[in-house]
């Protein structure tokens, strides 16, 4: 196909909590943008495949643009769960595109933060990017997968926030108005264990807010796990060389709540 058999451009960004799409025109210009759910393609692909073309239709409804079209669209989608290009190779097979690459978040978020420039970009949603891009390389450590990694994000401060709330009731921990927030919120320890069953990183992720709320307010809990968070994000600059006046992006829905 040559360029003028295409339609419009559609960019994506999924993650675990939920996804973004923006709508631009050939030459780049963005005309419209839309939120879905979520979009981890490796905890539930129907799912993401599914939140991600009910964004990329408002998306393209808001832009004026026809939603007959999309079969003529050129789309990027930086994904979290990418594993490879066999699941590229699937998730290409599910869209309507006429062109699509799929990638992991980690290439987008990073070229979405800094573009070309040397820097580090520390992204924190539902999970944790930590990156450096020196010479147009990329960089990348941590960030494996909430099970065994994801310190300091959104997933990870929800879970520290249930963990430490069944400390405190269980008499270890000292009560705090966040760890009342959590039993109120559940309905009690009992609540909380029944969530934490089922629940998946962006279930957790969703108790972030109410962390970062309260630590705000100078809560003990909540200021300790974002004190911890910080600490494991100083860590992980260092083992990337982060030097005084080298370009720090905070980015995601958690990410510049570590500033201070």
Same mark, same amino acid.
């Given at each position: 196909?040559?360029?003028?058999?295409?339609?419009?451009?559609? $960019?994506?960004?999924?993650?675990? !909590?939920?996804?973004? /799409? +923006?709508?631009?025109? =050939?030459? @780049?210009?963005?005309?419209? #943008?839309?939120?879905?759910?979520?979009?981890?393609?490796?905890?539930?692909?129907?799912?993401?495949?599914?939140?991600?073309?009910?964004?990329t239709?408002?998306?393209v409804?808001?832009? $004026?643009?026809?939603?007959?079209? !999309?079969?003529?669209? /050129? +789309?990027?989608?930086? =994904?979290? @769960?990418?594993?490879?290009? #066999?699941?590229?190779?699937?998730i290409?097979?599910?869209?309507?595109?006429?062109?699509?690459?799929?990638?992991?978040?980690?290439?987008?978020?990073?070229?979405?933060?800094?573009?070309?420039?040397?820097g580090?970009?520390?992204?924190?949603?539902?999970?944790?990017?930590?990156?450096?891009?020196?010479?147009?390389?990329?960089?990348?450590?941590?960030?494996?997968?909430?099970?065994?990694?994801?310190?300091?994000s959104?997933?990870?401060?929800?879970?520290?926030?249930?963990?430490?709330?069944?400390?405190?009731?269980?008499?270890?921990?000292?009560?705090?108005?966040?760890?009342?927030?959590?039993?109120?919120?559940?309905?009690?320890?009992?609540?909380?264990?029944?969530f934490?069953?089922?629940?998946?990183?962006?279930?957790?992720?969703?108790?972030?807010?109410?962390?970062?709320?309260t630590?705000?307010?100078?809560?003990?809990?909540?200021?300790?796990?974002?004190?911890?968070?910080?600490?494991?994000?100083?860590?992980?600059?260092?083992?990337?060389?982060?030097?005084?006046?080298?370009?720090?992006?905070?980015?995601?829905?958690?990410?510049?709540?570590?500033?201070?």
């Amino acid at each position: 196909m040559t360029h003028d058999d295409f339609s419009y451009l559609i $960019g994506v960004d999924g993650g675990g !909590t939920g996804c973004r /799409v +923006a709508v631009a025109s =050939l030459d @780049g210009r963005i005309l419209a #943008e839309a939120k879905g759910g979520r979009a981890n393609v490796s905890t539930d692909c129907a799912e993401a495949i599914t939140n991600i073309m009910r964004a990329t239709h408002e998306a393209v409804q808001k832009a $004026g643009l026809s939603v007959a079209d !999309t079969d003529r669209a /050129v +789309a990027h989608l930086g =994904l979290a @769960g990418y594993t490879g290009p #066999e699941i590229g190779r699937q998730i290409t097979a599910l869209l309507p595109f006429a062109r699509t690459v799929v990638s992991e978040d980690t290439n987008t978020t990073i070229v979405g933060a800094i573009e070309q420039e040397d820097g580090y970009v520390i992204a924190l949603g539902t999970g944790t990017i930590i990156a450096r891009q020196k010479a147009q390389q990329q960089t990348c450590i941590g960030g494996w997968c909430y099970q065994v990694s994801d310190q300091a994000s959104g997933a990870w401060l929800g879970h520290g926030a249930l963990e430490q709330t069944l400390l405190v009731v269980d008499g270890i921990v000292q009560a705090s108005p966040l760890s009342q927030r959590m039993l109120d919120k559940f309905g009690g320890a009992a609540g909380i264990v029944q969530f934490s069953l089922k629940a998946r990183p962006g279930d957790f992720a969703t108790l972030a807010p109410d962390v970062v709320e309260t630590a705000s307010a100078g809560d003990t809990i909540g200021t300790t796990l974002m004190v911890r968070g910080a600490e494991y994000l100083d860590s992980a600059l260092r083992a990337l060389d982060h030097g005084a006046g080298d370009i720090l992006c905070l980015s995601g829905g958690v990410g510049p709540h570590y500033a201070p």
